[in-house]
């Protein structure tokens, strides 16, 4: 994976001056004590740092313009230990710039019922001084994530860790470059956008390569490395010949290792991190590069297919969110091929031409040439699997010409019942929540696309707080929905929009 960097979260506590130095001292020791805690528990993603007690407007400004210069710096979690009159966040809050999370939390979990004072109420008032800075935050109309519990609760540190991989997304997304190898799909709608203002809410960069120059990289790759690639292919997947003649299936394997080492080399001089490729437009490339962006995928590379630049970028950014995840069940562009309508057994077989992600792949990974139905060049070596099982989120990102609309679908993946030994494509099948039917008719009403970006890694609270964040509309497709309902959401955020 193509790492992200050494980023990490501020610890802000908010407090005033008008309890004392004993309570100031208080305040600084807990506020301690918390963050040692939660990079102590193992189940943040990133460090957290703390930062001396915030009092005066000064500092408060001072420090939120500090974290917006810093590189390292992915975010502010802010809290009120004590009141802290909201009108010293003002200008700070104002200038900032990054995600913010607003930890609603206490520092004792139990009233001291036989002790507590006045003195203690006055220096554990969250309850009290949390109410007073979330309305200034909500007043200023700042795009903020709360959470609400004790710190040392394992859901809270969860909730914690589940929006730095958010905040990951969002600070990422305006490094994201999209190469496009030629344009869209002739008369393809969906995969349609707006470049410009792409750039404008999410920091995107989409620039457009002829192919043959992407191609010219890959003739400059010499024999030597190519064959030690596709030796590396040998010894890591497994070889299905079908028949066809060894030599020259390793030749066709060959193509596709040429292709990843010349696209990776292209991407890395030119600084993208993303790809578009058209399986129409292939100038001197020999074969369709299948095996090569799945390779590349697995690397951390975005792909959208048939020049969908929304999906490839889409993919980045979600690839960057889960990067480092322990345990983590894989990211891949994906696309809706075919139905299972028998009752009881509904799902949709998702797969593409070639290049899925092997990230998801469960089981063994083959190597197969097989000829492409469309274009016209050589049989296509892919990687060729089947999808792991368990929940997942398809995300489909589109372009209304007014705004951009991210459509989640929560979705159980499952195994086929049977394998599918003539389908030379790597594969997933998933029902859709609530159901096939609901599900896809939602999906449709919304607009959403056959290309989707998928994670099992990456949940829908996430994407739509990474939405949010971009100032973009979302709607979510889960168990919980039904037609009306959603019909009714699509037309309330028309209206919002
Ligand atoms: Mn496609």
């Known amino acids: 994976m193509k790492a992200v960097k050494n980023y990490k979260f501020w610890f802000c506590t908010g407090s005033q001056d008008l309890y004392g130095d004993e309570c100031l001292k208080n305040v600084a020791r807990h506020s301690r004590i918390i963050v040692e805690e939660l990079n102590k528990s193992g189940v943040l993603p990133f460090e957290v740092v703390w930062k001396p007690t915030l009092i005066t407007n000064e500092l408060i400004r001072r420090t939120f313009n500090e974290a917006n210069t810093d590189e390292e710096c992915a975010g502010v979690i802010t809290w009120m230990h004590t009141f802290s009159p909201a009108k010293s966040w003002i200008l700070g809050l104002q200038e900032y710039r990054k995600p913010l999370l607003h930890l609603h939390t206490q520092f004792n979990e139990e009233i001291p019922y036989d002790t507590i004072d006045m003195d203690f109420m006055n220096e554990n008032q969250a309850?009290?001084?949390?109410?007073?800075?979330?309305?200034?935050?909500?007043?200023?109309?700042?795009?903020?994530?709360v959470v609400m519990g004790h710190w040392s609760d394992r859901k809270v540190q969860e909730r914690i860790a589940s929006w730095m991989r958010t905040a990951i997304g969002v600070i990422e997304s305006s490094h994201v470059r999209v190469m496009r190898v030629a344009d869209n799909m002739r008369n393809v709608a969906v995969t349609e956008g707006d470049k410009v203002e792409a750039q404008l809410k999410f920091g995107w960069e989409v620039d457009t390569y002829p192919v043959n120059e992407i191609a010219e990289a890959v003739a400059a790759v010499s024999e030597s490395d190519t064959n030690a690639l596709a030796d590396e292919y040998y010894d890591k997947y497994e070889i299905l010949l079908e028949g066809r003649d060894p030599v020259e299936f390793r030749r066709h394997v060959a193509v596709q290792a040429q292709i990843e080492i010349g696209f990776e080399r292209f991407l890395e001089e030119k600084n993208y991190q993303a790809i578009v490729t058209h399986f129409g437009d292939l100038g001197a490339l020999k074969q369709l590069p299948g095996l090569a962006i799945q390779r590349l995928e697995e690397k951390g590379y975005g792909f959208g297919a048939e020049g969908d630049w929304k999906v490839a970028a889409m993919v980045r950014i979600m690839k960057l969110m889960t990067a480092g995840m322990r345990d983590a069940k894989g990211t891949s562009m994906l696309e809706d091929y075919t139905y299972n309508l028998?009752?009881?057994?509904?799902?949709?077989?998702?797969?593409?031409?070639?290049?899925?992600?092997?990230?998801?792949?469960?089981?063994?990974?083959?190597?197969?040439?097989?000829?492409?139905?469309?274009?016209?060049r050589e049989d296509p070596a892919r990687l060729v699997f089947t999808a792991k099982e368990g929940p997942g989120i398809a995300t489909s990102l589109i372009d209304l010409g007014t705004r951009f609309r991210l459509i989640i679908n929560e979705v159980d993946c499952k195994k086929v019942e049977k394998p599918m030994p003539k389908l030379p494509v790597a594969t997933n099948f998933w029902e859709p929540r609530p159901n096939l039917?609901?599900?896809?008719?939602?999906?449709?009403?919304?607009?959403?696309?056959?290309?989707?970006?998928?994670?099992?890694?990456?949940?829908?609270?996430?994407?739509?707080?990474?939405?949010?964040?971009?100032?973009?509309?979302?709607?979510?497709?889960?168990?919980?929905?039904?037609?009306?309902?959603?019909?009714?959401?699509?037309?309330?955020n028309a209206a919002v929009y």
């Open 437 to 492: 039917y609901t599900g896809a008719e939602a999906w449709i009403l919304a607009g959403g696309a056959h290309h989707t970006a998928f994670s099992y890694d990456l949940t829908s609270e996430q994407m739509v707080d990474w939405a949010d964040a971009m100032g973009i509309e979302s709607v979510v497709i889960d168990a919980d929905t039904t037609i009306r309902n959603f019909k009714n959401e699509l037309k309330w």
């Open 342 to 376: 028998v009752k009881g057994k509904e799902g949709i077989l998702q797969a593409h031409m070639l290049e899925i992600c092997p990230s998801i792949a469960e089981g063994p990974i083959s190597i197969k040439c097989q000829p492409l139905s469309m274009g016209d």
């Open 127 to 145: 309850a009290h001084g949390d109410r007073e800075y979330g309305h200034i935050v909500s007043r200023m109309g700042i795009e903020r994530k």
